[in-house]
């Protein structure tokens, strides 16, 4: 089945404790992206990937860093995070052929 | 730089009943238009898109939508409304210039429906 996937799906940590959510995609898309969810402001552009090894900056990208070493892996790393960046993230992909973009079941995170 | 607007924050409609949900979305070139439902913990699921062609699209669940140039607008719309459309939809603009594609969403619907 064609499919984004992204763990964990909920998360709660504290204040500065490194994490990383993993997103993965077997479609062999060139395209990934990231997005955060916030209440009342939709969905921003956190990083995305154009292909192996070449990332850049969206629209929300301070506290975050990417990396895209495998075209199928695409994680999301918070290296210190903090309370402003409990949210939900949603991963997403797309081949370069078609401009649709499919997206993982999201990931909740808490942080205290 | 553009952007989508939905004006209505929350829809409540009885079952059976038709539906319409308003999007506008500000784009400099031919805009690529989207609609997705967000069920209640559940991921972006997409029910429609537009490229070009035929303004009117028909998508998932009997859902379609309306792309009107002049007005800037690609309403959702579906006649007979099931308790399992109660969701939230959002619509959204692809940047398709560049290497980017970014969506850019609209702020969403959220859509309740009684019995």
């Known amino acids: 089945e064609a499919q984004v996937t992204q763990n964990p799906r909920y998360l709660i940590t504290v204040t500065g404790k490194k994490l990383t959510v993993t997103c993965s995609q077997n479609?062999?898309?060139?395209?990934m992206s990231w997005y955060r969810q916030d209440p009342g402001l939709g969905l921003r552009q956190i990083y995305y990937?154009?292909?192996?090894?070449?990332?850049d900056k969206g629209d929300v990208p301070e506290g975050y860093k990417v990396s895209r070493k495998e075209k199928r892996n695409f994680p999301l790393i918070l290296e210190s995070p903090s309370p402003n960046q409990t949210s939900l993230y949603f991963c997403?992909?797309?081949?370069?052929?078609?401009?649709?973009?499919?997206f993982g079941p999201g990931t909740r995170l808490t942080v205290t | 730089a553009q952007s989508v607007t939905q004006p209505d924050i929350h829809i409540t409609v009885s079952e059976g009943a038709s539906l319409e949900l308003r999007c506008n979305y500000s784009y400099g070139a031919t805009p690529y238009l989207f609609w997705y439902v967000q069920s209640p913990g559940q991921g972006l699921q997409l029910l429609l898109k537009y490229f070009s062609g035929d303004t009117l699209v028909q998508g998932i669940k009997g859902f379609e939508a309306e792309f009107k140039r002049s007005q800037s607008s690609f309403n959702l719309r579906k006649p007979s409304v099931h308790w399992s459309d109660a969701a939230e939809y959002f619509c959204a603009v692809l940047n398709s210039g560049g290497s980017n594609y970014k969506l850019t969403f609209g702020k969403g619907t959220l859509l309740t429906v009684n019995p």
């Open positions: 479609m062999n898309h060139e395209y």
């Open positions: 990937s154009m292909n192996v090894e070449v990332t």
């Open positions: 997403a992909s797309s081949p370069w052929t078609g401009y649709e973009q499919y």
